[in-house]
């Protein structure tokens, strides 16, 4: 079965970077854009980025652009984001989440992980 | 402020059907048919309920079911259940540099 298991989070302080690792089986990794999807606590989704099944493409959302960077080792079915420059507002629990293969755009997602909790604070 | 609207909270009582709408504007639910449902519970991860504005995956009770109009995507729920008390996120494909935007949520009470 499809498992989605992330790692890295923690306590930061601002300024500072982390990277988050989300761990995958059960499906062939490389053939699926992955996501990362936050939720500040007490708070709704926030889509934060995207890659595409090969790496070559990568989007943003405009709140975490030129900060965060996505990406994947195919030999470890594994996908990063590797977070710069923190700020507070980055608090959240961070979700890895696999791209639905019979949605259109790639931009709904099928399994999630269960979540990774990031704090940023002094 | 999130980008789609939905409201706070809806609730039914068991049997009853309702309707969560989820508002944005052209350049994303109006403009594509690319509207997801997802549902969480308290700690959870969310589930995919509804893509593409009105398909199920497999596995999703026939009960959920989505659909459009102009800027506004809707989700009702009939037969309402103790168990689909939960929140529930709509998403959209929406173009420009954010490829993916969220809506607030909306807290489900069954009475």
């Known amino acids: 079965q499809v498992q989605l298991v992330e790692s890295g989070g923690g306590v930061v302080q601002p300024g500072r970077s982390l990277r988050l690792s989300c761990t995958a089986s059960?499906?062939?990794?490389?053939?699926?854009?992955m996501h990362w999807v936050r939720q500040a606590p007490g708070k709704g989704l926030e889509w934060v980025a995207v890659?595409?099944?090969?790496?070559?493409?990568?989007n943003y959302a405009d709140s975490v652009k030129g900060r965060f960077t996505i990406s994947r080792d195919k030999s470890k079915n594994t996908l990063y984001l590797q977070m710069n420059s923190l700020r507070a507002e980055d608090t959240a629990v961070y979700y890895c989440?696999?791209?639905?293969?019979?949605?259109?755009?790639?931009?709904?997602?099928?399994?999630w992980g269960q979540g990774t909790l990031v704090t940023v604070s002094s | 402020q999130s980008a789609l609207t939905q409201p706070a909270s809806v609730s039914g009582s068991p049997g009853q059907s309702i309707t969560i709408s989820c508002t944005g504007t052209?350049?994303?639910?109006?403009?594509?048919?690319?509207v997801s449902w997802y549902q969480q519970y308290p700690g959870k991860a969310p589930k995919l309920m509804i893509f593409d504005v009105s398909n199920r995956p497999s596995g999703v009770s026939n009960r959920f079911s989505g659909s459009k109009s102009g800027n506004t995507a809707s989700l009702t729920i009939s037969g309402l259940q103790a168990e689909d008390e939960a929140e529930y996120y709509c998403?959209?494909?929406?173009?420009?540099?954010?490829?993916?935007?969220f809506g607030g949520g909306t807290k489900l009470t069954v009475l």
């Open positions: 989440a696999k791209a639905a293969g019979y949605c259109i755009t790639g931009v709904c997602f099928d399994y």
């Open positions: 059960g499906f062939t990794f490389s053939d699926y854009g």
């Open positions: 052209s350049s994303d639910i109006g403009g594509y048919n690319y």
């Open positions: 890659i595409s099944y090969d790496g070559s493409k990568k």
């Open positions: 998403s959209s494909y929406r173009s420009g540099s954010t490829l993916v935007v």
